[in-house]
C-alpha cells in the first residue's frame, strides 16, 4: 500500500443523462474515458497500484465523500485507456446519507477541513462547494500527508457510525438526484460490452477483422 490518496470528483448528471462510472457495483473506474485527459491520462501514470482514490459528490446537500477505496490495481488497456479496480465490497454512501461525510457545507464560503481547506479555500470562487470543485476536479496529485490523513479519519469515523441502510443498493443510490435507472444485469452487461470493445481497440486490425469474421 502507497498511502498515496486521490481526489475524483465525480460531475453531476443531468436530468436525461445516465452517468454510467464509477462502476461501483464492479470496483472499477474509468472504462469509460472518465478523468482520462487528467487523472486517469494514459499517456501519465498518475495513480498505480497500491493507491487510494477518495470519490466526492456534489449535489445539493454539498459535496460528499462517498467513498475511499481500498488500494487499487491500476489496468492499462492498450494505450488508450486506464482502468482502476479495486474490492467490489467496499461499497461508497447513499448520497442522501446523513452519515456520509461532507466536505463542502451548502451555503458555505470555506471548507472547514483543515487539510483540503488549505489546498483548497483561496480559491476565487464565492461558495465552498465551487472552491472544492474548482481545485480537485482535473487534480492529478495526490492529496499531501496531513489532507490525506485528515480524509481517512474522517471517512474511518463516518463508517463506524453507519449502518447497513447508509450504503448503496444500486448505482443511483450514489447519485445527488432521481434520475434514470438501470438493473444490476444491465449495468454488468454495460460493464461487460466496454471491456470487449476495450479489448478489441488494442488489437491489431487484422486480428479485429477476424473477431468480427467470427460474428
Known sequence: MSNRLFI?????PGKDDWRT?????????GCTGCHGRNL???QKKHVDSGDCLAFVQGGPDGCKLLLITPPVKRIEHGTTRVEIRWCKTAKPFRYSSENAPVLAQPGTKNVALVGVGRLV???N???AQAKLASCVRTRCQPLDANAATELFAAYSRARRA????DFIQSYADALPRSGLHRSLQDRGRDYQ???AELSRSHLPSSCRQLKGHRK
Open 40 to 42: 486517469l491520462n494514459p
Open 8 to 12: 475524483v470528483f465525480l460531475r453531476q
Open 21 to 29: 462510472d464509477p462502476f461501483w457495483e464492479f470496483g472499477s473506474f
Open 121 to 123: 479555500n483561496k480559491a
Open 162 to 165: 453507519a449502518t447497513s441502510s
Open 125 to 127: 470562487r464565492s461558495t
Open 193 to 195: 460490452n466496454l471491456l
